[in-house]
Structures are given as structure tokens and as C-alpha cells.
């Protein structure tokens, strides 16, 4: 008994606020009519539960926000009030028609001391420790005298987001008021400046009355145009814009002429000026086209009516005017305090200084240049037009590259024999080249000074290279596999032929022999070259023989080693004995 007291005793703390006893379960029937009425309510057919406050709540929203947790508060009915702003936790601001004070009271000083004042100045605004004059003998609260008048004290004013970006907030309309009168009196000294003019020049005769009787059978008289001009000029002064009538809406019986304000049909718009799509591209948004819509039409720049909003950029005084900021910017850095904007005139004084230096200082580089290494004579040269032989003969060619009108330019020919065809070629000697030969294209000869044998040379000669190609294709698909007989007669023979060359070690020395003396022609051979090369390397380049009868094979092992022999390496320390 004792512990199912101590079960149901409350806490000592809090008794009186919230039980925080958890819900009672639901039971499954219960559970089942509270799905099917919240069915209900989704599909509209039963009234949406009410909150405390009498408002309805949506049967969509879910359970866990409409619903009061149970450790808050079980016995509350389902609520949006713990979801909204608390009032307790919201700032609160200015409304929208406070305003900082205007002015100071005048005539406002007080005679005698006030309670709770300034000891020193008797201000009301602030107290003895924060007075900011002069700490007197006697204070104002005991003379009562010269009592310092209230400080204007500006209230603490904090704004929301829409009061702080209000225009008009602190706007006093009486201001505009004063605009208005004394645009009336400037209205008002107008109208009877004006009549003083009409009262002087009907005095002196210049205009006759209205009620005249030619005036009154409809003829014109001399003065009336000037009058009726004079008067228009007066009322054209004395209008403002919204006593002009609207476009198309005034009409003249005696004119007929009609007031319109329409766009020029001349005017095309951007996008119209050419349809490609892959033509410079338009902004709709800044309605802008950068590029020159005729760019890709052939078209020159400057003979169309439109080249874009860059072709605006490049044109008149912009690039000047890029120059004298670039040059702004720079003389800056360098220590002159000049500015595009705040010294323009010092800026374009300095400008034209400075390019005035700046030829001169070419100038004179130029002449230094010319006295110290000289060369005034090829700056004296005629102009590269007469150099080049340019002369104005009209000549028209077709769309294939031949001459319809006028004579062709003679080509320049050189000091070579060029285009000479012997023995029957059609093709020059190098015009074919194969596996490292040169050769005559027209027939596929190798052999130079050699007949034309034309379309037959080039089939013989295919033929042979397809036999060449086949031969080694063939022998590999002659070869069989060998059988376990063959293989072994194959040891045999390899055997007799090492026992063979037991034998010939006797011979090897012969060999040796022949290597030598082929190696020592070799030698002479390479020196004899060597010797060759020095004396045509000391030639002129235009008395060298040509190479063209030079033999193309490949060189032999003695050939190799002779070169190697005779090779002259700079980096080798002993290169200046060989000689010797």
C-alpha cells in the first residue's frame, strides 16, 4: 500500500501547474471513427475541427503540429496557437507616422527652479553629474537665477523593414505649399505683366480692339497673324504639362490637321534586321545586340544604318577618351595627382604635353640611332608600291582563276633551268619518290637521263612490287608441320655442322686476313671523301656540283667501321694530334 501511495503522489514542485500523467491509450474502435472523421474532413464532407480561439484548422495540416504536446498540456484540444508568433516575444516598433522633432521651442526658458532638475544649470534634460557647463559658484537650485534652457532630446525611434524604406515617412505636406504659392505669384506677375504690354500697345496703336468691324465680319487684317502669333507665344509661356491636350486629341476645324504621335515606320527593330539565328544575338531583356547584325552579310560598317551597340564604343571621341584615362591612371601611379573627373582640363594639358615630349624623345632616339650606326639611305627607299612593281592594270578573272580581261602578270623566273622535259617525260626528274630513290612520276623510273616508258614502266613496276610482296606470303603458307623423322635428321645435320666448324678454325685466319685489307681500302676510301668534302667546302655555294647521279645504297660493315675511325670528335682531348 505504502508504494502505491508514494505512485500517485505528485511532484512537490509544480503541483499546481501541469499533471504529467501521459494520455490514455485509445481504444481500436475509437482509433478507427477518429481516422474515418479526419477522412471526412480531408474530403470536405464533415466541418473542420475548431481551435481554442474559434478558427478552423486545415485537415491537412498533420498531428504533430496542430497537436498540443502532452508534456505542455494534455487537456488541450488540438491548436495552431503554440505554431504562430508569440506576442510576448515580438519587437516592437515605431508606427509609421513618428518622426524625429523639428525645431526648438523658442521663449521656453523656465524662471525658477524646477524639482528634479540640474543642480548647476537647472536643466530638466539631465542631472548634476552628466551637465556639460560650466560647474557654477552657487547653483541655479539655490540662486534660482539664469536657469539654462531644456535640451532638445530626440526620441528613440526603431522602424520595421518597410518603415525604414519609407520616402515619404517624416514628410511635412506643408512644405509643398510653399512651392505652390509662390509658383501663384510668379503666375499672378505674369498675367499682369501682361496686360500692361496688351493696355500699352493698344495705347499706342499697334493693336486695334477686338470689337473692330472688320473683326466682327470675319476679314483679316495686316496685324491679325502677327497678333494671333504674339498670343499663341504669351499662352505657350503660361502652359503647364497637364493642361496640354493629348495627342490625336486636338482638332483644328479651320487647319484640319490632326495632332498625332506615332512611331516611325522607318524605324526596324533590332531582332528584324536579320533573320539567322546564328546572326548576333539579342537581349530581350536590356534589348541590346552588341554584335553588328551584318557582320556575315559582306556588308561594309559604315554604309549601314545599324552595326551594333558596340560599333557605338569604337566610334567618335570613346577611344580618346579610353586614352586619356588609360594615361590617367598611369601618371597616378607614378606620383601626379591628376583625375578624369575632378582636373579635366589639367588632365588634357598634361596629355597633349606629354605626346609632344614623347615625339621628340623618338625623335631624337631616331637620330642617335642613325649617327652611331648610320643606314639613313633605306629609310630614304621608295615606297614598297614602286618596289613591288604594283602598277593600276585592270585585270578580270573568272571565277576558275583564268584571265578574262586584261593581261595576266608576267611570272618571275630564275637563273635555274626549270620545267625541262627530255627523253619524252611528261614529269620532271624528282617528281616521284619510292623507298629512298628518286625518280620520273610520269613512268616510275628510277634511273635518271633514262627513256619514257609511260603507262607500261608503271604497270611492270607495280607487278614487281605485288611479286615482292607475294614471295614471302607464299613461303609461309608452303611450310607444313614436320614430323618426329624430320626433326631428328635436322640434330644430325646440326651436329656434322659444329664438328665442321671444329675444323675450319684453321681457315678463320684467312678471313681475318681479307677483313683487314678490305678495312684499309675502306680507310683510303673515307679519306678520299674526307678530302673531297674540304675541297668543296671551300667553294662558293653557287659553284657547288649538284648530288643528283649520287649512289643510294646502304653502306658496308668496313665502310661503317672506316667512318667510325675516322670521325673527328671536338669534345675528345686528343683531337688536335690526329693530324699529326
Not at 557605338?312 to 580618346?320: A, E, L
Not at 651436329?495 to 665442321?500: I, S
Request: charge should be neutral.
Amino acid at each position: 500500500m505504502a508504494s502505491g501511495t508514494v505512485m500517485n503522489a505528485t511532484p512537490s514542485g509544480g503541483s499546481n501547474d501541469v499533471s504529467l500523467e501521459e494520455p490514455k491509450k485509445m481504444t481500436r474502435e475509437d482509433w478507427r471513427k477518429k481516422k474515418e472523421l479526419e477522412e471526412q474532413r480531408k474530403l470536405g464532407n464533415a466541418p473542420a475541427e475548431v481551435d481554442e480561439e474559434g478558427k478552423d484548422i486545415n485537415p491537412h495540416i498533420p498531428q504533430y503540429i496542430s497537436s498540443v504536446p502532452w508534456y505542455i498540456d494534455p487537456s488541450k484540444r488540438p491548436t495552431l496557437k503554440h505554431q504562430r508568433p508569440q506576442p510576448e516575444k515580438q519587437k516592437q516598433y515605431s508606427s509609421s507616422g513618428d518622426w524625429y522633432k523639428r525645431g526648438v521651442q523658442e521663449h521656453a526658458v523656465a524662471t525658477r527652479y524646477r524639482k528634479g532638475a540640474c543642480e548647476n544649470c537647472g536643466a530638466l534634460t539631465h542631472k548634476k553629474k552628466d551637465c556639460m557647463e560650466r560647474p557654477r559658484k552657487v547653483g541655479a537650485k539655490y540662486t534660482g537665477m539664469n536657469i539654462a534652457p531644456d535640451e532638445h532630446v530626440q526620441p528613440q525611434l526603431m522602424f520595421d523593414y518597410d518603415g525604414k524604406r519609407d520616402r515619404w515617412n517624416g514628410y511635412n505636406p506643408e512644405e509643398h505649399m510653399k512651392i505652390v504659392e509662390e509658383y501663384s505669384k510668379v503666375d499672378l506677375a505674369k498675367r499682369t505683366l501682361k496686360a500692361q504690354k496688351l493696355q500699352e500697345e493698344l495705347a499706342s496703336g499697334k493693336l486695334e480692339q477686338v470689337n473692330s468691324p472688320r473683326h466682327q465680319w470675319g476679314e483679316e487684317e495686316p496685324n491679325s497673324q502677327t497678333e494671333r502669333d504674339h498670343n499663341s507665344e504669351d499662352e505657350d509661356e503660361d502652359k503647364y504639362a497637364d493642361d496640354i491636350d493629348m495627342p490625336g486629341q486636338n482638332f483644328d476645324s479651320k487647319r484640319r490637321i490632326t495632332v498625332r504621335n506615332l512611331r516611325i515606320r522607318e524605324d526596324i527593330a533590332k531582332y528584324l534586321r536579320n533573320l539567322d539565328p546564328n546572326s548576333a544575338y539579342y537581349d530581350p531583356k536590356t534589348r541590346a545586340m552588341r554584335e553588328n547584325p551584318y557582320a556575315n552579310t559582306g556588308k561594309n560598317p559604315d554604309e549601314v544604318g545599324y552595326a551594333g551597340d558596340n560599333f557605338v564604343r569604337y566610334t567618335g571621341d570613346t577611344i580618346s577618351m579610353a586614352q586619356t584615362q588609360l594615361f590617367a591612371w598611369e601618371a597616378y601611379d607614378k606620383g601626379s595627382e591628376v583625375h578624369l573627373q575632378a582636373d579635366p582640363t589639367k588632365l588634357e594639358l598634361l596629355y597633349k604635353s606629354f605626346k609632344v615630349k614623347k615625339e621628340d624623345f623618338k625623335a631624337q632616339q631616331k637620330e642617335s640611332i642613325l649617327e652611331k650606326y648610320g643606314g639613313q639611305e633605306h629609310l630614304d627607299a621608295p615606297p614598297a608600291e614602286l618596289l613591288l612593281a604594283q602598277t593600276e592594270d585592270y585585270v578580270e578573272y573568272s571565277r576558275h582563276g583564268t584571265v578574262i580581261k586584261g593581261q595576266e602578270k608576267a611570272i618571275a623566273c630564275s637563273k635555274y633551268e626549270e620545267d625541262v622535259k627530255i627523253n619524252n617525260h611528261t614529269c620532271i626528274w624528282g617528281s616521284y619518290w619510292k623507298e629512298g630513290k628518286w625518280g620520273y612520276k610520269c613512268c616510275h623510273s628510277f634511273v635518271k637521263y633514262s627513256y619514257c616508258t609511260g603507262e607500261a614502266g608503271k604497270e611492270i613496276a607495280n607487278t614487281e612490287a605485288r611479286l615482292l610482296e607475294e614471295q614471302p606470303r607464299e613461303e609461309e603458307h608452303m611450310t607444313k608441320p614436320k614430323t618426329l623423322m624430320e626433326i631428328h635428321q635436322e640434330k644430325q645435320k646440326e651436329k656434322k655442322k659444329k664438328k665442321h666448324k671444329r675444323s675450319s678454325n684453321s681457315d678463320s685466319e684467312g678471313e681475318e686476313k681479307k677483313k683487314q685489307e678490305k678495312l684499309k681500302k675502306a680507310l683510303n676510301a673515307e679519306e678520299a671523301r674526307l678530302l673531297h668534302v674540304k675541297e668543296i667546302m671551300q667553294l662558293d655555294e653557287r659553284k657547288r656540283p649538284y648530288n643528283s647521279l649520287y649512289e643510294t645504297r646502304e653502306p658496308t660493315e668496313e665502310e661503317m667501321e672506316a667512318y667510325r675511325m675516322k670521325r673527328q670528335r671536338p669534345d675528345d682531348p686528343m683531337a688536335s694530334f690526329l693530324g699529326q
